[in-house]
């Protein structure tokens, strides 16, 4: 079962930000939120990861709502190159233990949200 | 240089072969991953190897048997290959949180 909910697809004119939602209301205490990206035919690429804080890097921003039940990725100049299904996941840091497959809590990517930047 | 790669790109097998997919990091991370991508993009986790722990995804059939020979390498073996193992496969590793995929195995099962 997804422990997320994305938007199927979404535009974005090139230049401008593109703010892609996610929903993860059932997310626990010591669950990180992640987003990835894969561009066609590519792995899935790392962007982003945050707890409780919002978070920014070269890439992109996080905005993680107070209650922790949604979040926001921002990409703020959104180019062609950034065409791409993002993947918003819930899922323990590495360093906790090990026990998301014995709990049945295995790690989905979901069905993620397909962005087309338009020129 | 290629951090996480893996061979071969495509493979194109007949039903009850046994096939191996090779993977390879060079960033020196202790944990290597497999997934599976099926025809509807969903990419889900089939085995973690850590630091020579294999932590086995219980939905994932026994026909699929990883194998580490040293920490930079997570090889996945399949044996009598099925129509619904047709995926694209990717291997990953990481050290703390974030994840570095390899650029996946198109596999097709005739």
């Known amino acids: 079962d997804a422990k997320t909910t994305q938007p199927p697809s979404m535009d974005c004119a090139e230049g401008r930000a593109a703010n892609l939602p996610c929903n993860h209301s059932?997310?626990?205490?010591?669950?990180?939120v992640y987003w990835y990206r894969q561009i066609h035919s590519q792995g899935p690429q790392y962007i982003i990861h945050g707890l409780k804080n919002n978070e920014t890097n070269e890439m992109a921003s996080l905005i993680i709502t107070e209650d922790r039940k949604s979040s926001t990725l921002i990409l703020p100049h959104a180019t062609l190159r950034d065409t791409a299904v993002y993947y918003c996941?819930?899922?323990?840091?590495?360093?906790?233990?090990?026990?998301?497959?014995?709990?049945?809590?295995?790690?989905?990517f979901g069905t993620g949200t397909s962005l087309t930047v338009i020129p | 240089d290629t951090a996480v790669s893996q061979t071969p790109k495509y493979l194109v097998t007949q039903m009850g072969n046994d096939k191996s997919i090779k993977c390879e990091q060079n960033?020196?991370?202790?944990?290597m991953y497999w997934y599976k991508q099926d025809s509807k993009k969903f990419l889900k986790i089939m085995f973690s190897y850590n630091n020579k722990e294999l932590i086995i995804n219980e939905t994932v059939p026994n026909r699929f048997s990883p194998k580490s020979p040293d920490k930079a390498h997570l090889n996945l073996h399949i044996n009598s290959l099925e129509l619904g193992d047709s995926a694209v496969y990717f291997c990953?590793?990481?050290?703390?949180?974030?994840?570095?995929f390899g650029p996946g195995t198109r596999l097709t099962v005739l």
């Open positions: 960033l020196g991370h202790d944990t």
């Open positions: 996941i819930v899922r323990v840091a590495e360093g906790e233990p090990r026990n998301q497959w014995s709990t049945g809590n295995q790690f989905y």
């Open positions: 990953a590793s990481s050290q703390v949180s974030e994840q570095f």
């Open positions: 059932t997310i626990s205490g010591n669950e990180y």
